[in-house]
């Protein structure tokens, strides 16, 4: 059964770029099966949708997002990475990274989430 | 730019019968948008319900679907219990690797 966890730091100073690693594990981020995406939650909101990488390397950032989005993947870990640059207060939230049928586009499976708060 | 609009709050009594929709700020959602839906409850990740528009996601009881109702998404739940107390998200996938989330609506049971 496929699984995701989140991982880095849970503080970020603005201006800073945000990093974060998702590790799967039940499964191969080499499929031609799932997107690979990150959604955000600022606290007491909604949900966000950040983004979808491909197995090809392929990545679809949310263009609202204005280009301080980066997205990887490193097969021979099954992980799959976030950046995003000069981050501000509006972009403390919990991160989640999720996986996303590509036949479908539902996002099956979620990590369990991480905070990541911007503050110096 | 596009918004996907949710009702903000919605109430049912137990073991009522409730619709909360999804549509689009221009437009009517159909199948081609794959709408989705997810429950979340305070402090956990959301939970998958529904994808592309009514395949009910594994071990999802069968008193929750989802269909297009006009020109909306929609995620029915029949038999409401105290526990489907939650936020219910949908997503529709826009095409070209976008998708945009709505703003979430608030069930109370009651």
């Known amino acids: 059964q496929l699984q995701l966890q989140e991982s880095g730091p849970g503080l970020v100073k603005p201006s800073e770029t945000l990093s974060l690693t998702c590790t799967v594990s039940?499964?191969?981020?080499?499929?031609?099966?799932?997107?690979w995406g990150w959604i955000r939650q600022p606290p007491g909101k909604g949900l966000e949708w950040i983004g979808n990488?491909?197995?090809?390397?392929?990545?679809y950032p949310n263009p609202s997002l204005k280009g301080r989005v980066t997205m990887s993947l490193d097969t021979s870990k099954n992980q799959f990475s976030l950046k995003l640059s000069f981050v501000t207060a509006a972009d403390t939230a919990v991160y989640y990274c999720v996986e996303v049928d590509s036949s479908y586009y539902g996002m099956d499976v979620w990590g369990q989430g991480t905070t990541v708060t911007v503050s110096s | 730019q596009t918004v996907v609009t949710q009702e903000p709050s919605f109430s049912v009594s137990p073991g009522g019968t409730v619709t909360l929709t999804c549509g689009l700020s221009?437009?009517?959602?159909?199948?081609?948008?794959?709408p989705s839906w997810y429950q979340q409850t305070p402090g956990q990740p959301p939970r998958t319900l529904v994808y592309?528009?009514?395949t009910r996601s594994s071990g999802v009881p069968d008193r929750f679907s989802g269909s297009i109702l006009g020109n909306k998404a929609a995620l029915t739940i029949t038999g409401a219990q105290a526990d489907d107390e939650s936020d219910y998200h949908c997503?529709?996938?826009?095409?070209?690797?976008?998708?945009?989330f709505g703003g979430g609506t608030k069930l109370t049971v009651l």
């Open positions: 592309s528009t009514n």
């Open positions: 221009s437009g009517s959602v159909s199948t081609s948008y794959y």
């Open positions: 990488i491909f197995y090809t390397g392929s990545s």
């Open positions: 997503v529709l996938y826009m095409g070209s690797g976008i998708w945009v």
């Open positions: 039940g499964g191969s981020i080499n499929s031609i099966n799932y997107y």
